[in-house]
């Protein structure tokens, strides 16, 4: 089960908050404790809300939390700033056969705040970051 305080004050899901090293400026998505140089001195670094699809699948059987949602198209999509992240794309039709024809590499998203799914059984819903296309 969650502790909602506890999942909701995790800085990079509720702010897509992540971590630039001082030392050599690499970002990290989800923050580190320590970067590739070897460094331990970070500062907070709020990443931009739009990017481009770098590439997607579509996850027709999605485990048990997600059942209600399915399909799920899930990207990886490169951030203005060159930082790569995976989000659930968000606001398409139902049921497509063929979602080639909705969502093409390089097409241009942002990134919204939504709902990610319901614990059924504490009535709890967590919230964090889905893309849209734009």
């Known amino acids: 089960m969650l502790t909602p305080r506890v999942y909701t004050e995790i800085p990079q899901r509720y ?21 590739t140089c070897g460094s331990q001195d970070f500062e907070p670094y709020r990443l931009p809300t739009r990017g481009k699809i770098v590439t997607y699948t579509v996850v027709r ?9 399915k399909p799920i198209v899930l990207a990886i ?13 968000t ?8 979602y080639s024809e909705i969502i093409k590499i390089g097409a241009e998203v942002e990134l919204v705040f939504r709902k990610i799914f319901s614990e059924q059984e504490a009535g709890i819903h967590v919230y964090g970051y889905k893309c849209r296309l734009i």
């Open 77 to 89: 999509v490169e951030l203005e700033d060159g930082t790569r992240i995976m989000a659930q794309v």
């Open 61 to 69: 059987t999605p485990g048990f939390v997600f059942k209600l949602q």
């Open 15 to 35: 702010r897509l908050e992540a971590n630039k090293c001082k030392a050599c400026g690499k970002v990290f998505f989800p923050p580190r404790l320590v970067c």
């Open 91 to 98: 606001d398409l039709p139902p049921v497509v056969e063929d």
